[in-house]
């Protein structure tokens, strides 16, 4: 658990700073946008990942691999750029 908290305080200091320069909005609601929206991501994560070992029998790496991937580049990019650091 450790980890993850980490992990998530890491990837917002680095999306703001960093990915989307996002420095003149208000620190706090961005951090409980991004809150939400890494909740929306581990919800995603699971379910598509239940989903595809579960009914599509597939090993649960390969499912792992293929949600991570998707949940990443699409959920977690454009509701980050959009609603967590927009300009």
Same mark, same amino acid.
């Given at each position: 658990?450790?980890?993850?908290?980490?992990?998530?305080?890491?990837?917002?200091?680095?999306?703001?700073?960093?990915?989307?320069?996002?420095?003149?909005?208000?620190?706090?609601?961005?951090?409980?946008?991004?809150?939400?929206?890494?909740?929306?991501?581990?919800?995603?994560?699971?379910?598509?990942?239940? !989903? @595809?070992?579960?009914?599509?029998?597939?090993? #649960?790496?390969? %499912? &792992?691999?293929? =949600? !991570? @991937?998707?949940?990443?580049?699409?959920?977690? #990019?454009?509701? %980050? &750029?959009?609603? =967590?650091?927009?300009?």
């Amino acid at each position: 658990m450790h980890g993850r908290h980490f992990r998530s305080n890491y990837g917002f200091l680095i999306n703001r700073y960093w990915v989307f320069s996002a420095t003149k909005n208000d620190p706090v609601k961005q951090a409980l946008r991004y809150t939400a929206v890494v909740l929306g991501s581990i919800l995603l994560n699971t379910a598509g990942t239940f !989903a @595809l070992t579960e009914l599509m029998m597939l090993t #649960y790496l390969i %499912s &792992k691999a293929v =949600v !991570a @991937l998707i949940v990443g580049f699409t959920y977690s #990019y454009y509701f %980050s &750029k959009r609603f =967590v650091f927009y300009a």
